[in-house]
């Protein structure tokens, strides 16, 4: 039924696949980098670790029992080959609980992972956390929505993040800016108007064309805990939602680097 309802979008890509969708993540300590890599032919891989120095460390894991194994420097999980466009109102209100990779790999409409960020530190410390596009082709980076879930701050936040549309400004999603059409077809499937698929969202800017966001969170605790989930997805509404995006490469890096407060 979307289906049929999306197909009537004349810019938008419903179901019409990107080649490739890749995310990564990698931490950082001090100004030590470690390298970024994608293993093997799996592209998409989703990659997140640390370089510890002896008196500063932060640790990840998947689960946040960080014991044994489950404590690492480095993460990694599959992105997604072949993504559709999709909208927020699709993204479950609840893709932040629980941990570990949620893409929706039967439908291949956004890509998901929670994974957990401790301060193995004797010491309070703090860090930032800096996002950035390292490859996009076709324009897909125009059509992408990149959102962060943390409680880094002491409350779950939620922020969206997305390219500036050509005037500056920043993309905002309401049921007056979508396409709208109320035709019989849509009534025979019990859909009152295509409004029903449009769950209103504002996005924050990217910083510049390849840098997303950069946060910084002033304290993190000795042993405590913060968790983190990205979610991206290509938003159909967006009119740079275009057949030419079909093919595009997107690949995304996150960077914690840690300092002392």
Not at 35 to 46: A, C, I, R
Not at 115 to 143: C, D, H, M, P
Not at 175 to 180: G, L, P, R, S, T
Request: aromatic content about 10%.
């Amino acid at each position: 039924m979307l289906k049929k309802l999306l197909d009537r979008w004349s810019l938008r890509l419903f179901l019409k696949r990107i080649s490739w969708f890749a995310i990564i993540v990698t931490g950082v300590l001090l100004i030590a980098l470690t390298g970024l890599s994608v293993y093997g032919n799996n592209v998409g891989n989703f990659v997140v670790s640390v370089d510890n120095d002896v008196s500063i460390s932060l640790s990840l894991s998947e689960t946040g029992a960080f014991s044994g194994v489950d404590a690492t420097s480095v993460l990694a999980t599959k992105g997604i080959k072949g993504i559709t466009d999709t909208t927020y109102k699709f993204i479950p209100e609840d893709i932040d609980e629980g941990s570990g990779l949620k893409s929706d790999t039967a439908n291949g409409r956004y890509f998901a992972y929670s994974f957990y960020l401790k301060n193995t530190s004797e010491i309070a410390i703090g860090y930032s956390a800096e996002v950035n596009i390292n490859k996009a082709t076709r324009g897909i980076e125009k059509a992408i929505r990149i959102m962060l879930i943390t409680d880094a701050s002491g409350e779950r936040t939620t922020e969206i993040f997305a390219a500036p549309k050509d005037d500056g400004t920043a993309e905002v999603l309401t049921a007056d800016n979508a396409m709208v059409d109320d035709g019989t077809e849509l009534k025979e499937d019990g859909i009152e108007s295509e409004r029903d698929y449009v769950k209103p969202y504002a996005t924050t800017p990217f910083l510049t064309g390849s840098r997303v966001a950069k946060l910084f969170i002033d304290s993190i605790e000795r042993n405590q805990i913060h968790k983190y989930t990205v979610v991206m997805w290509i938003e159909g509404w967006d009119e740079d939602c275009v057949d030419s995006i079909i093919d595009g490469t997107l690949e995304i890096d996150m960077t914690f680097k840690s300092y002392l407060g």
